[in-house]
T-cell receptor, first 116, second 113 residues
Framework: AQKVTQAQTEISVVEKEDVTLDCVYE???????LFWYKQPPSGELVFLIR??????QNEISGRYSWNFQKSTSSFNFTITASQVVDSAVYFC?????????????FGRGTSLIVHP | NAGVTQTPKFQVLKTGQSMTLQCAQD?????MSWYRQDPGMGLRLIHY???????DQGEVPNGYNVSRSTTEDFPLRLLSAAPSQTSVYFC????????????FGAGTRLSVL
C-alpha cells in the first residue's frame, strides 16, 4: 500500500529564511507520481508541482525548488527567502499507475508560518 | 471557467438531520472524489468515482452516500448527521487518476451540533 509521511506538523520561520518541507513516501510500484499542493488561509487547495518516478531531475520555479530522490524515497520542497504569503498548509501526495493504488494518497500536511 | 463548485460554503446541522453537499465540475473530468479535512489528520478520502455510474469507498465512508449520475455532478449525502462529521469537506476532480492533477473546490465547512 502506498503511504506519504510529512513528519513536520508545523514550521515557523521569519521572513527571508529558507525552509524545507519534507515528504517521504512508500510504494511498491515502479511507476508513480508525486505532487505538492498548497492550502493558503483562504482554504482552497492549489496544485504546485507533479513529478513522475522516471524523472529525478530537481526543479526550480522562482523561490520554490523540489528535490526528488528515489534512493531515499523523498520529495522535499524548499522555499528560498520565504515571504509572509508563503504561509499555508502544504500537502505532499502520491499516486500509482492503474494496477496499483491509483487513487491519490495525501500526507497529513505541514503548516508553514512565516513571520514578518 | 468555474472549475469545481461546491455548495454550500457553510452549514450547521443538528444531530440526526440529513443533507447533501453539492459538487459540480465543468471540465469534463472522469474522476471525482470527496475528502474531509480535520485538524492533524490531513485529507481523508470519503468516496470517489472514476466515471458516471461508478463509485467506490475511500478511507472513511461510514455515514456518507454518493452517486454519480452525470459526469459533472458528484453529491455527497449525510444520512443522519453526527457531531463526528463536523469537518471541512472538499470535492476534487481530475481528468483521470494516477498522473493527473487534482482540482479542488473551495470547501464546505460543516458543523453538527
Amino acid at each position: 500500500a502506498q503511504k506519504v509521511t510529512q513528519a513536520q506538523t508545523e514550521i515557523s520561520v521569519v521572513e527571508k529564511e529558507d525552509v524545507t518541507l519534507d515528504c517521504v513516501y512508500e510504494t511498491r510500484d515502479t511507476t508513480y507520481y508525486l505532487f505538492w499542493y498548497k492550502q493558503p488561509p483562504s482554504g482552497e487547495l492549489v496544485f504546485l508541482i507533479r513529478r513522475n518516478s522516471f524523472d529525478e531531475q530537481n526543479e526550480i520555479s522562482g523561490r520554490y525548488s523540489w528535490n526528488f530522490q528515489k534512493s531515499t524515497s523523498s520529495f522535499n520542497f524548499t522555499i528560498t527567502a520565504s515571504q509572509v504569503v508563503d504561509s499555508a498548509v502544504y500537502f505532499c501526495a502520491l499516486s500509482e499507475e492503474p494496477g496499483g493504488s491509483y487513487i491519490p494518497t495525501f500526507g497529513r500536511g505541514t503548516s508553514l508560518i512565516v513571520h514578518p | 471557467n468555474a472549475g469545481v463548485t461546491q455548495t454550500p460554503k457553510f452549514q450547521v446541522l443538528k444531530t440526526g438531520q440529513s443533507m447533501t453537499l453539492q459538487c459540480a465540475q465543468d471540465m469534463n473530468h472522469e474522476y471525482m472524489s470527496w475528502y474531509r479535512q480535520d485538524p492533524g489528520m490531513g485529507l481523508r478520502l470519503i468516496h470517489y468515482s472514476v466515471g458516471a455510474g461508478i463509485t467506490d469507498q475511500g478511507e472513511v465512508p461510514n455515514g456518507y452516500n454518493v452517486s454519480r449520475s452525470t459526469t459533472e455532478d458528484f453529491p455527497l449525502r449525510l444520512l443522519s448527521a453526527a457531531p463526528s462529521q463536523t469537518s471541512v469537506y472538499f470535492c476534487a476532480s481530475s481528468q483521470t487518476v494516477a498522473k493527473n492533477i487534482q482540482y479542488f473546490g473551495a470547501g464546505t465547512r460543516l458543523s453538527v451540533l
